[in-house]
């Protein structure tokens, strides 16, 4: 049983009063420009009042106190901790069906009534050497297509990460239980930022599984990305799968996407089924700001959408947009379904540096994901010890 003590709701922001543009829209049709200008608006003028972010960061941060949930469960499993000091919460902790019944991992969902989207993800810590076999186990029983990894394997001399994927295409890594992961194509990026990996697995008496296997490689230890670039273009690409997996969404719900009747178990629970594992070290400063960043970019999208077919009237849209770029409730949601998520304020600084930047590029701006300002794609461009857990 867990609880939530809240006596009051997350800060509030400073509201849209009118469109920055003037008021002739408020009657008007608007179109997914309008939405994009607007919102960008209103982040820059976020953005240049770094006493206001301040304040919502650490308004956010009181919040935490009021967080009540058990993790009983995970103190239990000592060994399989990355850091003694982050752990999943009893309620929402992820759950085998085989091998092990622990894992440091737990489900985020967000069903957004901005964008009229289920947002599921699985947030973990990066994978130690004796949770390589549990961490597959989990990806094929909860049928997961799509994984974020925000780590290097080594930082700073220091290991945050097993290498628990094969390292060149071609290459299988066997697992418990004969669970096997081939490497079926890698690409890296031009840059060296990202290397992508199209992954299968398999394992007897299971239905394989193909995964897409994106690692972002340049963002530091305890700080934030220079640029946004890279993991908008990550966002795009997990809106694309989430946008296939709805489209076979009948097959699937008849079929249990082929799974075996206990994979259909597992990933049949009260959570949906996650569209993405994320994780960094600790699986909770990066893991969490990716997972923002995901979240308002599809929501700004989503608005843009609704206005190119005409359901955003004028007047609607200061609400609208308030709604959707209120980080603080997003990050204290968040971190009421696993700890620390969002861990610095410079990370809560990038989730709007990274909107900015997307909102530029939906505008025509250089700088962007690949995405053509459509508003129905996504968007594109994403630590320490024991006692400092990583970012």
């Not at 759950?95 to 991992?105: D, E, F, K, M, V």
């Not at 097959?251 to 629970?269: I, K, L, R």
């Amino acid at each position: 049983m867990h609880t939530v003590m809240m006596a009051h709701g997350p800060p509030a922001i400073p509201a849209i009063s009118q469109l920055h543009s003037g008021g002739h829209m408020a009657s008007a049709a608007i179109s997914p420009d309008d939405v994009y200008r607007e919102a960008l608006a209103t982040v820059e003028q976020r953005l240049l009042d770094s006493r206001q972010l301040s304040a919502e960061y650490r308004a956010v941060q009181a919040l935490d106190r009021r967080i009540d949930h058990a993790t009983s469960v995970a103190s239990a499993y000592a060994s399989c901790n990355r850091y003694f000091n982050v752990l999943p919460y009893n309620y929402n902790q992820v759950q085998l069906c085989s091998g092990s019944t622990y894992i440091n991992a737990s489900h985020v969902r967000c069903s957004d009534r901005i964008s009229s989207q289920d947002f599921a993800y699985i947030a973990t810590q990066g994978p130690l050497p004796s949770t390589i076999s549990d961490f597959w186990a989990m990806v094929l029983e909860h049928r997961v297509p799509f994984i974020v990894m925000l780590t290097n394997v080594v930082e700073r001399g220091v290991t945050k990460c097993a290498c628990y994927f094969p390292e060149r295409e071609g290459m299988s890594i066997q697992c418990e239980e004969g669970l096997q992961v081939t490497a079926t194509s890698l690409q890296k990026s031009q840059d060296a930022q990202m290397t992508v990996r199209v992954l299968r697995l398999t394992r007897p008496g299971s239905t394989p599984l193909t995964v897409q296997h994106y690692h972002y490689h340049a963002w530091p230890d305890h700080g934030t990305p220079e640029e946004s670039h890279a993991i908008r273009r990550v966002c795009l690409a997990l809106q694309r799968a989430r946008e296939d997996v709805q489209a076979a969404g009948c097959a699937a719900a008849s079929s249990n996407n082929g799974a075996p009747a206990n994979e259909a178990a597992v990933a049949s629970t009260r959570f949906p089924r996650p569209q993405a594992v994320v994780h960094c070290s600790a699986g909770i400063g990066r893991t969490g700001t990716f997972v923002a960043v995901d979240i308002v970019c599809q929501r700004l999208h989503k608005l843009a959408a609704r206005a190119r077919c005409g359901g955003l009237p004028g007047h609607a849209l200061p609400k609208a947009l308030s709604e959707a770029l209120d980080l603080p409730t997003l990050v204290h949601e968040l971190r009421q379904q696993r700890m620390g998520m969002v861990q610095t304020l410079e990370q809560y600084c990038f989730i709007y540096s990274a909107l900015h930047e997307e909102l530029e590029h939906a505008l025509g701006g250089s700088s962007g994901s690949g995405n053509s300002g459509g508003g129905g794609g996504g968007a594109g461009s994403a630590g320490a010890d024991a006692r400092a857990p990583p970012r």
